[in-house]
C-alpha cells in the first residue's frame, strides 16, 4: 500500500452510465464521482438524480430528526473546530484558567469565526493511569463555564465519545448513562462519535434523553439508515474526481450537514472546494494530537471566503434547486479546470464555483439564460455584470468564487444581504507555505551540583549516541507530524514502534538512585508551606493532608511537572533530562521503585499550541483492550513516551512521579 494514495476503498464511487444500470451500490458511496469525460455529464446528472429515487424507496426514512427545536443549528454549522482542550489559543497554562474570547477571535481572525467546537480531552493521554474518558470531562475545573462562555460567544459545543475505551475504571453506569450525565450536567450541544460511523441505538436514545436536541456526528460514512438520526458527519479521507463528486449523504438529505477533512494536509484545497460545490462545511483542525498541522494562508482565505457567503445564503443551498457540475461552466473554463454548481430558490441564484488548477482563470465562467436582475460576486466583493457573453470572473488558482444572481421578485433582505457581501473585499491569497510552527524545549535549570538529593549515580559528561524507541501513534515524538500528507493511517503503522537515534552532548550530572517520595515530599511541604496555581488533584492519594500508613517509603504521585521542579528546586537541584535519565538507568545503582510509576523528565517542548513532555521507565498501570491507550506497563531505559500536557491539576497522576538531579 503505497500511504500517499487512496485504497480502492477510499475513491470515489463511479457511476455506470448504462441504461439497466444498478445504481444501489451507489447506497454506500463517500462520494459519488463525477465522469472524466464532460460529454457524460447529463446523463451523469440523470443517473444521479435516479439513484436518489431509488434510494428513497430503498431506504425507510423519517426526516423528522432534522426538525427538533434546538437542532437547527446543526444544518448551518459551515465551520467546526476541532481543539485540543488545553490548547494555549483555549487554556493559559500561566494563570490556570480558560481563554474562550481569545480562541473565538482566533477563529474569526484566520477562518472567518467558527459556529461549533469539539472539545477533545482524553487522546492521546488516556490510559496513561485508572481514569476513564468521562473522568476527564469531569475531573475539569471551569469546565461547566468554559461550555456556557462558549455558548455565550456564539459557538455550539460537541464533546467526544470513544467507544473503544474499555480498559480504564469501570463505572456502575454505562458509557451511555455516564455520557447522558455529562451532556445534561454541562448543556452540551453535540457529540463526536470517534471511530464510529454511527452511534448504537441505544447510546443515541440515552443521550436523547437527556437532551431531546443532541446532535450526533459519525466518522466517515454514514449509513443510509442513519442520516434519519445523525444530523452531521466526518467526510474524513473522502477522494475525490477531478470535477468533483457529490457527497451522497447531503444529496440524500441536504440538511444534513458533513465537514470535510484531512487532517495532516498541509494542503486543504481538495475538501474545501468539494466543501464549496456541495454546500457543506469544513473541520478546522490546526494541533492533531499535539503535532502541528496549521493551515497555510491560502487556505485559510479560501475558507473565509466561503462561509461568509455560505452563512448569508443557507437557505437556498439548504431548500433550492441543486445542480450539480452545471452546464453553465462554458468549455474553455472547464478545460482550465473551473467547475461548479447552481442553488436557485425564489428567484435568487447562487454558482459556487472553484478552480482545480494552480493558475487563475480569467473569462466567462458563466452563460445563464436568465440575464434579468442584479449579479455580485459575492467572495471578493469585486463588481460584476452579466452581458450576453455571459458572467467574466477571476476564479483564482486552487481557490473558489461566488456569483449570485437576485432577480426582480426576490425578496429585499436577500438583496441586502448579496449587495453588503458584492462590496466586502476578501481577497484571495497565493501563499500557500505551510506555516511552520517549530517545537522549542523549555530551557533547562542551571544548577550548582551541590543538591541535596539523596545517594546518586554520575553521569560523566560526553558525547553519546543514545537509541530511542517509542510507539508512534498519532501524536509521533517531538515536532513532526507522524503522517504528512498520507492518505489514511492504518494499522499496524498507526501504532508501529519506531527506533531512531538521539546525539546528545551531556554535561556531568548527578541523578538520584531513587524516586522522591511520599515522606520526602511531605517534608517539603512543611518546610515550604508550596501550594499548588490549581490544587485540582494535587495529592490525591493522601489522607488528611499526609501520606497514607504505608505508602511513605512509596514514590509520591499525584504530582504534576511544576509540582516536581518546585520540590527540585528546593533540593538546590532540578530534574534529569531525558538524555540523563536513560544514561543514568544503565549505572550500577539506579533503582526504581515499587510501585513503578512513570518518571517525570525535564524535557518539556511547546509549539505555541500545545505542550509536551517525555516520560521515562514505564509503570504499574497497564490500560488494557485498546490500542489507542498510553503506553503503560514496564518501560526499557531506551524508551521514550510522549506525554501530552493537560491542565487544571489533570497531568497529575496516580502512575506518574520523579525522581531530582543536580
Known amino acids: 500500500m503505497n500511504p500517499l494514495v487512496p485504497r480502492p476503498i477510499d475513491l470515489p464511487a463511479k457511476v455506470d452510465l448504462g441504461l ?3 445504481l444501489a451500490f451507489l447506497d454506500d458511496a463517500k462520494i459519488i464521482g463525477a465522469p472524466e469525460d464532460p460529454a457524460d455529464l447529463p446523463r451523469w446528472r440523470g443517473k444521479v438524480a435516479e439513484w436518489l429515487i431509488g434510494a428513497y424507496d430503498r431506504t425507510p426514512y423519517d426526516g423528522s430528526h432534522y426538525e427538533v427545536p434546538g437542532r437547527e443549528w446543526t444544518q448551518t454549522a459551515y465551520s467546526v473546530a476541532l481543539v485540543w482542550l488545553w490548547d494555549d489559543q483555549l487554556y493559559d ?7 474562550p474570547e481569545k480562541f473565538v477571535q482566533h477563529g474569526v481572525e484566520d477562518f472567518g469565526g467558527y459556529d461549533a467546537v469539539v472539545l477533545w480531552h482524553a487522546y492521546p493521554v488516556i490510559g496513561i493511569d485508572s481514569r476513564n474518558q468521562f473522568d476527564f470531562y469531569r475531573e475539569v475545573p ?15 459545543v460537541f464533546f467526544d465519545y470513544n467507544p473503544w475505551d474499555v480498559g480504564t475504571r469501570r463505572a456502575a453506569r454505562s458509557d451511555a448513562d455516564e455520557f447522558a450525565a455529562l451532556v445534561a450536567e454541562l448543556g452540551v450541544d453535540g457529540v463526536f462519535l470517534d471511530t464510529l460511523k454511527e452511534g448504537d441505538p441505544a447510546f443515541t436514545k440515552a443521550l436523547q434523553r437527556a437532551n431531546p436536541a443532541i446532535a450526533f456526528e459519525g466518522e466517515s460514512r454514514l449509513p443510509m439508515a442513519r442520516i434519519g438520526d445523525h444530523a452531521l458527519s466526518w467526510a474524513q479521507w473522502f477522494a475525490d474526481t477531478r470535477a468533483p463528486g457529490v457527497l451522497r449523504a447531503h444529496l440524500f438529505e441536504r440538511r444534513h450537514m458533513m465537514h470535510h477533512t484531512r487532517r495532516w494536509n498541509r494542503d486543504h484545497s481538495d475538501e474545501l472546494q468539494s466543501a ?3 454546500g457543506v462545511g469544513m473541520l478546522v483542525w490546526e494541533s492533531v494530537f499535539s503535532a502541528w498541522v496549521g493551515w497555510n494562508a491560502r487556505d485559510r482565505a479560501t475558507l473565509r471566503r466561503m462561509v461568509a457567503a455560505q452563512r448569508a445564503f443557507s437557505e437556498i443551498l439548504i431548500n433550492g434547486d441543486w445542480i450539480p457540475l452545471t452546464p453553465e461552466v462554458p468549455d474553455k473554463a472547464r478545460e482550465h479546470g473551473v467547475f461548479g454548481s447552481r442553488f436557485e430558490l425564489a428567484d435568487v441564484t447562487f454558482w459556487t464555483l472553484i478552480n482545480r488548477d494552480d493558475e487563475d482563470f480569467e473569462g466567462v465562467v458563466l452563460r445563464s439564460e436568465d440575464q434579468v436582475g442584479d449579479w455580485y460576486d459575492v467572495t471578493s466583493g469585486v463588481p460584476i455584470t452579466a452581458d450576453d457573453d455571459g458572467v467574466q470572473l477571476v476564479v483564482p488558482g486552487r481557490g473558489v468564487a461566488g456569483v449570485v444572481r437576485v432577480g426582480a421578485t426576490a425578496g429585499q433582505t436577500c438583496r441586502a444581504t448579496a449587495r453588503r457581501l458584492g462590496t466586502m473585499s476578501r481577497p484571495h491569497l497565493r501563499d500557500a507555505a505551510f506555516p511552520v510552527a517549530p517545537v522549542v524545549r523549555v530551557p533547562v535549570p542551571e544548577v550548582d551540583g551541590a543538591a541535596a538529593i539523596g545517594p546518586v549515580v554520575q553521569v560523566p559528561a560526553g558525547e553519546r549516541s543514545l537509541t530511542v524507541r517509542h510507539r508512534r501513534r498519532e501524536t509521533g515524538l517531538y515536532d513532526q507530524a507522524p503522517y504528512v500528507e498520507e492518505w489514511k ?4 503503522r498507526l501504532h508501529d514502534t519506531q527506533t531512531g537515534k538521539r546525539e546528545v552532548a551531556l554535561s556531568e550530572i548527578s541523578v538520584a538512585i531513587r524516586e522522591v517520595t511520599n515522606a520526602d515530599y511531605a517534608e517539603f511541604l512543611s518546610a515550604t508551606g508550596y501550594r499548588p496555581l490549581v490544587a485540582n488533584r494535587f495529592l490525591a492519594h493522601w489522607v488528611d493532608g499526609a501520606p497514607a500508613a504505608g505508602t511513605e517509603e512509596q514514590p509520591v504521585t499525584y504530582v504534576d511537572l511544576p509540582d516536581a521542579r518546585a520540590y527540585a528546586a528546593w533540593r538546590g537541584g532540578r530534574l534529569p533530562t531525558e538524555d540523563e535519565w536513560q544514561v543514568a538507568a544503565g549505572l550500577e545503582g539506579f533503582t526504581r521503585a515499587e ?7 525535564e524535557s518539556e517542548h511547546r509549539d505555541g499550541r500545545s505542550r509536551f513532555c517525555i516520560l521515562k521507565g514505564g509503570s504499574w498501570f497497564v490500560a488494557e483492550g485498546s490500542d489507542w491507550y498510553a503506553d503503560g506497563g514496564p518501560k526499557a531505559p531506551e524508551v521514550s513516551f510522549k506525554l501530552v500536557l493537560t491542565g487544571g491539576g489533570l497531568d497529575r497522576s496516580e502512575s506518574i512521579g520523579f525522581r531530582c538531579a543536580g
Open 20 to 22: 439497466r444500470a444498478d
Open 93 to 99: 497554562v500561566e494563570t490556570g484558567k480558560f481563554t
Open 142 to 156: 471551569g469546565l461547566k463555564q468554559l461550555v456556557d462562555d462558549l455558548h455565550r460567544l456564539g459557538l455550539k
Open 276 to 278: 464549496w460545490v456541495n
Open 489 to 492: 493511517p492504518l494499522p499496524p
Open 595 to 601: 510501585p513503578l510509576v512513570w518518571n517525570l523528565t
